[in-house]
Nanobody, 125 residues
Framework: EVQLQASGGGLVQAGGSLRLSCLVS????????IGWFRQAPGKEREGVSC????????YYVDSVKGRFTISSDSAKNTVYLQMNNLKPEDTAVYFC??????????????????WGQGTLVTVSS
């Protein structure tokens, strides 16, 4: 059974850091593309970052480039999202997802099949 378990959210002041974890079971993290998405109240879910399964390339939405880093640990079957210099606009529920995307655009939530539960990140000003 495929399961993704996101954790690591919390309350942090602007400029602070958090590291989110996505523990994967049912498949090896290197066999799938793993993405992080977020959804703020009243807004659509948006892609934040993705790490490709085969080539281990990482991708970021423009608003987090230079602040967020995605990485994976195959021994722990876990993907991380290190978030630095957090801003109030980063406040959202963060989700991890898995898929073999092929040519599908990674930022489109509709292209992802497996989802974890969300973890809330709140950044105070």
């Amino acid at each position: 059974e495929v399961q993704l378990q996101a954790s690591g959210g919390g309350l942090v002041q602007a400029g602070g850091s958090l590291r989110l974890s996505c523990l994967v079971s049912g498949f090896a993290v290197n066999d799938y593309d793993i993405g992080w998405f977020r959804q703020a109240p009243g807004k659509e879910r948006e892609g934040v970052s993705c790490i490709s399964g085969s080539e281990r390339k990482s991708y970021y939405v423009d608003s987090v480039k230079g602040r967020f880093t995605i990485s994976s640990d195959s021994a722990k079957n876990t993907v991380y999202l290190q978030m630095n210099n957090l801003k109030p606009e980063d406040t959202a529920v963060y989700f991890c997802a898995a898929e073999r995307l092929g040519g599908t655009k990674w930022t489109d939530p509709k292209g992802w099949h497996y989802w974890g539960q969300g973890t809330l990140v709140t950044v105070s000003s």
